[in-house]
């Protein structure tokens, strides 16, 4: 067995540092990694099960062609490079490349592939992109980019008060060492844990308290908070008027809200609210955390809106145990507050993003713009977008479709060329999911193996592609190959000359960085070329801050990139620094979002029900549980609890129903109807019922069968139910049945 070898776990946005043995190609043993700074030893259980997602039955190791009839056949990488790049070529000659669609560019640990799928899409003219965030975070973008312009996470190390809205971290994670800064919390008479979910989680069962609300009802509980705060006092006024702008039409909103009524709207006691808004106006310090819950439900942007103002409204920004915005290695997103829209059904596009429910309307609307191709990186938008239905009658629609994968994802299957990705352990890669403050953290990880035989990492990928296209000749590259070999200082002069003078080769940087940097790094780690310009850029931008984190430098930092296997720190911020980041020009924080306002003086004095007689149930398509993380891990041996995925229902319900745990029922909602095992469960209200996330995907048997297990929630979720100012999809709200069988 080898040593232990560092690299990170890939299930969820922490990607906790962890070490691993290998015996072989298998990864035998993992542990947490002390070394990293983020993680410092902690990881969840789910990531010693990795070994599934490496070595599992799924892997691809040879480019597949779709034949006529739909099936697959082998071919090499010299004909797929080809043929791939000619069609593409074709599409954009034909159409124009802005009918090329890009989806994906990495999974939760899998970015560095993601700025050389951009940089050949520039050379063929895209223009719209997508991936799961566009599901999922676009309406809290549109809140962010208003208020402050950037992202924000809690300092809940330090945090006297911590609110989850939506968010069971016990499960999802999200912040660094959860569980442990979950069980301090808890454990600390002198600070509070406050959980807004209709589901008694684990971490609602941690909480000081739970503010239980029926499901749907979330702005009229967050409504109530403020309320509370603002009529009783808890304001923090001198805050309001030194930093920020707009702050008065807020408050006179929040000062009209009838908190008795929206308590009984929302179904929590009155007086629990009230306990609840008075320890967060009372705290030293606060930090909030929303998720899911709120941003896949009705109401989600007035409910983001809503659960920031419990902590600008009292003052918890910039200060230990507060909320900060932070720095950037790569900004995830765009934050602007003009939008621009897609050509075929003007959806707003948010944070660079195009809604993913109306992505197959993208495509099959009958208008001269609409998609004619699609390339799917490290995504598999056919099992986990809404409506798969329509999704993959979408895929058919395409005269191209071209995904680079680990596996025949059901995404895959509708594919007319499938090249196979190294995984990622086999390759040098990154994660963007840097959103700590004051300490933010980078972890530029190693290969732990050799590429599978017949799988190349994508920046090769990407850079045969482009070698093909032919976007950039020899003699534009040969003076900075040269300049490369004779050092960084000399590389950086001729680049910067380059690209400056040839816009094509800046539209393309990243490319031209892995052709010419990429061959002097050590260990072979080309693709991490691209990181050499961010290195540079994030040294410029946040210039104290680098230096604070130990780097002299954008060269000293990308050299601490390179050879930090547990991965660097590389800003370290003052509290007061988090200021610098709101990016208005006056640095201050724009409270007043009319069209939000608007929306909360419209909340009726009585919840409305998207429910019905025929519905009248809300499934939670898409529940984080113990045994669920997301779908790179195909195999479902690696799941050592609930197998199946069991569809979790109320006691009340189940009685009702005649249903038992153990029994089987049928969920039917407006798109579709599956089958699943129950379990009954006080966890769940009466009235809603989940089914987990991450299930329903095949895997080969011993034979090569394809054996499919658990339901594909998206099977019963449609592309039009989804929220109107944003496109996020109500996957947390979908009316529906249950009938025994």
């Not at 074709?90 to 159409?95: G, K, L, Q, S």
Request: hydrophobic share 40%; aromatic share 8%; proline share 6%.
């Amino acid at each position: 067995m080898s040593d232990w070898k560092q690299t990170a776990c890939i299930l969820c946005e922490c990607n906790c540092g962890i070490e691993v043995q290998l015996e072989g190609r298998r990864l035998a043993r993992i542990r947490g990694d002390r070394e990293h700074p983020a993680s410092q030893g902690y990881t969840c259980n789910k990531a010693m099960r990795l070994d599934h997602y490496q070595n599992g039955r799924h892997r691809l190791t040879t480019p597949l062609r779709r034949r006529a009839d739909g099936s697959f056949e082998e071919i090499s990488w010299e004909t797929a490079v080809a043929e791939v790049a000619a069609r593409f070529a074709a599409v954009r000659d034909a159409y124009g490349g802005e009918t090329i669609f890009y989806y994906g560019g990495g999974g939760q640990g899998n970015h560095l592939g993601g700025a050389y799928g951009a940089a050949f899409m520039r050379a063929l003219g895209g223009r719209y992109r997508s991936s799961a965030l566009a599901q999922e975070k676009m309406g809290e973008w549109f809140v962010d980019s208003r208020l402050y312009g950037g992202h924000t996470r809690g300092d809940f190390e330090h945090a006297e008060v911590a609110v989850f809205v939506g968010k069971n971290p016990w499960q999802s994670q999200s912040l660094p060492r959860a569980r442990v800064t979950l069980r301090e919390l808890a454990r600390d008479p002198q600070r509070a844990l406050i959980v807004i979910d209709p589901v008694r989680t684990e971490t609602a069962e941690m909480a000081d308290i739970h503010l239980r609300v029926r499901p749907g009802t979330d702005a009229w509980c967050l409504a109530a908070l403020l309320g509370t705060i603002v009529q009783e006092g808890f304001a923090d006024r001198a805050f309001l008027d030194q930093h920020t702008t707009g702050s008065e039409p807020v408050l006179e909103s929040l000062a009209s809200v009838p908190v008795a009524d929206y308590a009984a709207q929302c179904g929590v006691p009155e007086e629990l609210i009230r306990s609840a808004g008075r320890r967060i106006g009372g705290a030293g310090s606060v930090s909030t955390f929303e998720d899911l819950g709120i941003q896949q439900g009705p109401h989600s942007v007035l409910c983001s809106y809503l659960q920031k103002l419990l902590w600008l409204l009292t003052g918890n920004y910039a200060r230990p145990g507060g909320m900060h915005l932070h720095s950037w290695m790569q900004p995830l997103a765009r934050h602007g507050v003009d939008y621009p829209r897609t050509a075929v059904t003007g959806a707003p596009i948010i944070g660079g993003l195009v809604p993913c429910n109306v992505i197959a309307d993208e495509i099959l609307t009958d208008h001269p713009a609409r998609l004619r191709a699609m390339l799917v990186e490290s995504s598999n938008p056919a099992h986990s977008l809404a409506g798969s239905q329509r999704f993959r009658s979408a895929l058919e629609a395409l005269e191209l479709v071209v995904v680079i994968d680990v596996a025949l994802t059901e995404t895959a299957r509708h594919a007319d060329y499938v090249l196979p990705a190294a995984s990622q352990f086999e390759k040098w890669e990154a994660t963007f999911f840097n959103l700590e403050f004051p300490r933010n953290t980078f972890h530029l990880r190693a290969p732990l193996l050799e590429p599978l035989p017949g799988t190349l990492p994508e920046p090769e990928i990407y850079a045969r592609l482009l070698r093909a296209l032919g976007v950039v000749g020899e003699e534009q590259l040969a003076p900075l190959r040269e300049a490369a070999l004779a050092g960084r200082p000399q590389f950086a002069q001729a680049f910067v000359q380059a690209t400056m003078a040839d816009r094509t080769l800046s539209g393309v940087a990243a490319y031209v960085l892995y052709e010419t940097l990429g061959p002097t790094l050590p260990d072979g780690a080309a693709g991490a070329a691209s990181l050499w310009g961010l290195a540079h850029r994030c040294a410029m931008k946040y210039p104290d801050a680098v230096r604070r984190a130990g780097h002299a430098d954008g060269e000293a930092l990308f050299e601490a990139m390179l050879h930090g296997r547990s991965g660097i720190t590389f800003t370290l911020d003052d509290y007061e620094d988090a200021w610098s980041y709101v990016s208005h020009p006056d640095h201050r924080i724009a409270l007043e979002i009319p069209e939000l306002l608007e929306e909360l003086s419209g909340l009726p004095a009585s919840a409305p029900s998207l429910t019905s007689a025929e519905l009248p149930l809300v499934l939670s398509a898409g529940e984080r549980r113990a045994s669920t993380a997301n779908t790179i891990i195909r195999d479902p041996a690696w799941r050592k609890r609930d197998g199946a995925g069991a569809l979790r229902i109320s006691p009340d319900d189940a009685s009702r129903l005649g249903l038992a745990t153990g029994s089987r029922a049928r969920v039917v909602t407006a798109a579709g109807a599956a089958e699943a095992f129950v379990e009954v469960t006080d966890a769940m209200l009466p009235g809603h019922i989940s089914l987990p996330n991450g299930q329903g995907v095949d895997y080969p048997d011993a034979s090569g069968r394809p054996v499919l297990t658990g339901v594909p929630v998206n099977e019963l979720t449609a592309t039009e139910w989804r929220d109107p100012l944003a496109g996020t999809p109500w996957h947390k709200h979908v009316p529906a049945r249950v009938e025994a069988l």
